[in-house]
C-alpha cells in the first residue's frame, strides 16, 4: 500500500541552530513530493514541491528537501531556525498521473529562545 | 488573489444533527478537493471534484457523507445523522488542473460533534 511516512512526531530545536525533518515514502513509482507547514489555527501552506529535474530544491521561508530516489526519501531542512517555524510540517505525495495527496502523520516543531 | 475560503470557520452541532460546510475555491480553479484531519494527523483524501462532477469519491467515509459542486465552483459537504466521530477540521483545496498539479488549502472548518 502507499504510505508516507515521517518518523519524528515532534523535533524541538533552539532558535539559530539548524532544522532537519525526515519523509520517506512508499510508492510503486516515483510519485511527486510536497511539504507543507500548518501553523495554529492556519491552513496549509505549501513550502516546496519536487516534480523532476534537480533534486535539490528550493523553497520559501528559507527551506529546502533533497530527494533522494535510492533511499525513497524527501528530507526538508533549514540551516538556520526562527521563532516563527514553529508550526507542524507535513510531507505529501502524489502519483506524477494522479490527484490525492497522501499525506504523513506530520512533525510538530517547538523552538526554544 | 483571493485564496480558497471556507465556511464556517467552526461548527459545533449536537450528534444526530444535519451540517452543511462550503468551499470557495480560487477563482478558475478546475479541481477541488476535501480532506479530513483527526486530532493529530496528517490530512486524508475524502472526494475530489473536476468541474461539476464528482470524479473520485473513494475517500468518503459513508454514505452519510456527500458533496457537490454543481456549477464548478462553490463546493459544500454535507454530512447526515453526524457521530461524535466527525468530530474533526475539514479541509477544503483547490488546483488549476487536475493531474498532479499543486493543491492550495483553505482554512479549514472545525466540526465539533457534541
Known amino acids: 500500500a502507499q504510505s508516507v511516512t515521517q518518523p519524528d512526531i515532534h523535533i524541538t530545536v533552539s532558535e539559530g541552530a539548524s532544522l532537519e525533518l525526515r519523509c520517506n515514502y512508499s510508492?510503486?513509482?516515483?510519485?511527486?513530493l510536497f511539504w507543507y507547514v500548518q501553523s495554529p489555527g492556519q491552513g496549509l501552506q505549501l513550502l516546496l514541491k519536487y516534480f523532476s529535474g534537480d533534486t535539490l530544491v528550493q523553497g520559501i521561508k528559507g527551506f529546502e528537501a533533497e530527494f533522494k530516489r535510492s533511499q525513497s526519501s524527501f528530507n526538508l531542512r533549514k540551516p538556520s531556525v526562527h521563532w516563527s517555524d514553529a508550526a507542524e510540517y507535513f510531507c505529501?505525495?502524489?502519483?506524477?498521473?494522479?490527484?490525492?495527496?497522501?499525506f504523513g502523520g506530520g512533525t510538530r516543531v517547538l523552538v526554544k529562545p | 488573489g483571493a485564496g480558497v475560503s471556507q465556511t464556517p470557520s467552526n461548527k459545533v452541532t449536537e450528534k444526530g444533527k444535519y451540517v452543511e460546510l462550503r468551499c470557495d475555491p480560487i477563482?478558475?480553479?478546475?479541481?477541488l478537493y476535501w480532506y479530513r484531519q483527526s486530532l493529530g494527523q496528517g490530512p486524508e483524501f475524502l472526494i475530489y471534484?473536476?468541474?461539476?462532477?464528482?470524479?473520485?469519491d473513494s475517500g468518503l467515509p459513508n454514505d452519510r457523507f456527500f458533496a457537490v459542486r454543481p456549477e464548478g465552483s462553490v463546493s459544500t459537504l454535507k454530512i447526515q445523522r453526524t457521530e461524535r466521530g466527525d468530530s474533526a477540521v475539514y479541509l477544503c483545496?483547490?488546483?488549476?488542473?487536475?493531474?498532479?498539479?499543486?493543491?492550495?488549502f483553505g482554512p479549514g472548518t472545525r466540526l465539533t460533534v457534541l
Open positions: 505529501a505525495v502524489v502519483p506524477q498521473a494522479g490527484n490525492k495527496l497522501t
Open positions: 510508492y510503486g513509482a516515483t510519485p511527486y
Open positions: 471534484f473536476q468541474g461539476t462532477g464528482a470524479a473520485d
Open positions: 483545496a483547490s488546483s488549476l488542473v487536475v493531474t498532479a498539479d499543486t493543491q492550495y
Open positions: 477563482s478558475g480553479h478546475t479541481a
